[in-house]
């Protein structure tokens, strides 16, 4: 599936593509994938300021797993290269060519990683990805989920809507971003 995105044809396919950072590899999500990722998503502190805080539990993270299974743009599994373990998960979804925009989300990883710079680390790889195709990048968060709020922000993104009571609307243009990260 390609669209057109000013003179040049973007296929969508690009942000179905393995990422490496220094520290983490993120590979095309498997349905082999999924005992390892609910080894890191059955804690259920991950999930307490979401709006599903329930989703620790495995008939709920089967669910979620599938929908990365069946994203349109593919689902990533975030591993540390050190030990060769899953600690996450994040993709890509909505992408719109004719708004050149897409959204980054679903996105957890282990808490010993909480704190560091890994957040950090894996959206800059997943936004110089999206930057090269769009212009901006949404984030969708529950409203109450002040951890993903924070990370966001210092990442230049800025609140712009609520669509619902349990999503919260945050952008980055590409143009924040640049400037946010002195070029990184």
């Known amino acids: 599936m390609s669209a057109e995105t000013g003179s040049c044809t973007v296929d969508s396919s690009v942000f179905r593509l393995p990422l490496q950072t220094q520290h983490f590899s993120l590979e095309p999500l498997k349905a082999s994938d999924f005992d390892a990722l609910y080894a890191v998503a059955s804690d259920s502190l991950l999930w307490e300021q979401h709006p599903e805080a329930d989703r620790w539990k495995r008939s709920k993270f089967q669910h979620f797993f599938q929908g990365g299974l069946t994203n ?10 050190q030990s060769g373990r899953a600690v996450g998960s994040s993709r890509f979804y909505g992408y719109e060519a004719a708004n050149t925009c897409i959204r980054i989300g679903y996105t957890f990883i282990a808490r010993d990683f909480w704190g560091t710079s890994a957040n950090r680390e894996l959206k800059e790889a997943m936004l ?6 769009t212009d901006r990048v949404f984030f969708d968060i ?12 210092k ?6 809507h609520n669509e619902s009571d349990s999503k919260a609307v945050f952008v980055l243009s590409q143009q924040q971003w640049f400037n946010t990260s002195s070029g990184c």
């Not at 349109?72 to 290269?81: A, H, P």
């Not at 529950?142 to 922000?153: E, T, Y």
């Not at 990442?155 to 712009?160: D, H, Q, R, Y």
């Open 142 to 153: 529950g409203p109450h989920n002040f951890r993903s709020i924070a990370a966001v922000k």
């Open 72 to 81: 349109d743009l593919g689902c990533f599994v975030i591993t540390e290269k």
């Open 128 to 133: 110089l990805r999206a930057f090269k195709v």
């Open 155 to 160: 990442l230049g993104a800025v609140f712009s």
